[in-house]
């Protein structure tokens, strides 16, 4: 048997706010089952109940309104499981990261780190296949995706580390110029989808980054203060170069990352 109730009841039924039950019939994912033509009073009826536990369970689980909607729409079982297990992997990629960002905080906190080891390095000019964009640094994983997606078709038989370079804008205004490039040969023709740069040689201090990128910004800091104490700076981007990355190996902890410095000349440390 099928009751109506006020939207007070519904609310306690639920545990879904007055508020919150107005907002979901405001944007049509909830709406009452009638609605009193010279009071406005709302009423829901108890056949709602399941449908709006199942809203507040989604909800709990962060799951955008769009999405919830898709579910409690969905005409049948497979579209609404597969909603379900998209949000499901994305909540443990989220899981994942979150306990890296902890344990980068904890070691972060944690006296005596080992200093970071810098090398010095004489690159030679040399032309790459590149993909070239105003990126935010927001975006920069879906952007490397698509630009590596570009390269990857036409970088196949083609040796040589790939790496990037980002102009200062995208660390100082979080959005600016990042270069994706695979080295070619000097005779290398055109290709569809991307650009033939020529990269200048120059000399850069260099640290490599080992596995996640969760504390990538630790290992700039480091590399940053090392060059501001003994190096001169030279003009020019920031490079990364990607010896073993995600199309390498499966496991972040194993990547490989080598992040150049720009500097003038080799330093002449003492001690």
């Known amino acids: 048997m099928t009751a109506t109730v006020t939207v007070g009841e519904f609310s306690r039924l639920t545990h879904l706010s007055v508020k919150t039950l107005h907002h979901y019939h405001e944007i049509g994912l909830l709406a009452p089952v009638s609605i009193d033509s010279s009071s406005g009073y709302r009423r829901y009826g108890t056949s709602q109940v399941e449908t709006a536990l199942l809203i507040r369970r989604l909800r709990e689980l962060r799951m955008p309104l769009p999405d919830v909607r898709a579910v409690v729409e969905a005409g049948d079982s497979a579209a609404r499981e597969e909603t379900l297990r998209t949000h499901l992997e994305r909540m ?37 296949y590149g993909v070239r964009g105003q990126v935010l640094r927001s975006e920069i994983g ?12 036409v970088t196949v038989d083609l040796p040589g580390t790939s790496g990037a370079t980002y102009g ?27 650009e033939l740069v020529d990269l200048p040689g120059g ?59 720009p500097i003038r000349q080799i330093p002449v440390l003492k001690g």
């Open 142 to 153: 879906p952007w490397f995706e698509f630009a590596y997606g570009l390269l990857g078709g």
């Open 168 to 194: 200062d804008e995208f660390f100082t205004e979080d959005k600016g110029e990042v270069v994706a490039f695979h080295p070619v040969p000097l005779d290398q023709p055109p290709a569809a989808g991307v």
């Open 203 to 261: 000399y850069f201090a260099i640290a490599v980054h080992a596995g996640h990128m969760t504390d990538f910004d630790r290992t700039y800091a480091a590399l940053g203060t090392h060059v501001a104490e003994y190096c001169e700076v030279a003009p020019g981007p920031i490079r990364e170069l990607y010896p073993i990355g995600p199309g390498d190996v499966p496991d972040p902890a194993d990547y490989r990352t080598e992040v150049c410095w």
């Open 92 to 128: 443990e990629q989220e899981l994942v990261h979150t306990r890296d960002v902890v344990a980068s905080l904890r070691e972060l906190l944690t006296p005596g780190r080992p200093l970071l080891d810098v090398h010095y390095r004489y690159i030679p000019p040399f032309r790459a």
